[in-house]
């Protein structure tokens, strides 16, 4: 086994009732898969496992699905991804969102290459396809899923170190139109808001209470190992042990939030407990930390 590497895997259920007639939809939530050469097949029989447990409606991806964007010309790499997106969307209609591994590199200085990383993203998600969301709407039977594309100024300094920008993502937030679910939500489709990082401020979740659901990634919930994690999930904690870029014992890194009384916040712990990115003592805890994907199931009143 790698001790880069979980060695268990968790399906995390999470249920919301909402308050108005829609169709039942289980939603399942999975990223953070820092593909590299240090990953194994074995995240690959993790996902095949939880989607066959899970059997979601829509599956969406939360980002950071490489350890850096020059694996996506690392054919090793390639071919982990490439495999891993079709069994997704084998299974279910699949959207991704990127992260920040996902087009800037982790080095310090970091290294921006949105030029040609998303052209290569745009390209794998077309053959394989999955729906590439970065600022656009999209919408099934059931579901209206808006995907938030949190650009290079959420996620990095001017010394082009990794350093999370909250005030950034707010100014992007406050851009966008969100006219069409803001009258009440009266809808019997299921508003879905989704992007990498979990940036839950009081300005920020203003905006994001017109969805009904909100989901995010990039914490790797915190990196709470196995058994301490279970006594967190039944204590309803939503903090860890620390995650990348943020201060020890960070809160809202894990589970689901209540950000107002309509809307839930869903945070992904990712399939692998924290990279490069992390401080070198995240990066041991990674073996003890189980692999885990989030699934949503979503109710309302009888149709």
Known sequence: MNCNEP?????????????????????????????SPIVSKRQYQFLEDAIAQAKPDLIIL???????????????SQKKLIDSLSLCTKNAPTVLVLGSHDFI?????????????????KKFCKQTGVKLLMDEWYELDSIRIFG????????????????????QFLRQLRQYDFSKIANGKGSNKINWFASHAPYLKKGSEE??????????????????????DEVFSK???????????????????RG?????NNTAAIINPGMVGAQFCAPKIAQKLNFIKAAEVSLVEISGTPQ
């Open 62 to 76: 939360q980002g950071d699905l490489v350890d850096s964007p020059l694996e996506l010309q690392r054919e090793t």
């Open 256 to 260: 689901m939030i209540k950000i107002s």
């Open 105 to 121: 590199t982790p080095t310090k200085p970091a290294n921006i290459m949105k030029d040609t990383a998303i052209p290569t993203w």
């Open 7 to 35: 060695n268990t895997l968790k399906v995390r259920i999470h249920k919301i009732e909402l308050t108005r007639k829609i169709k039942h939809a289980k939603v399942m939530l999975t990223g953070d898969w820092h593909i």
């Open 207 to 228: 905006i994001l209470k017109v969805f009904d659901v909100a989901s995010f990634g990039h914490t790797h919930g915190g990196v709470v190992p196995r058994g301490l």
């Open 148 to 167: 938030a594309f949190q650009d290079e100024k959420c996620m990095i300094t001017d010394q082009l170190k990794f350093r999370d920008n909250p005030r």
């Open 235 to 253: 204590l309803h904690i939503n903090r860890g042990l620390i995650a990348p870029n943020r201060r020890p014992l960070p809160r809202r890194s």
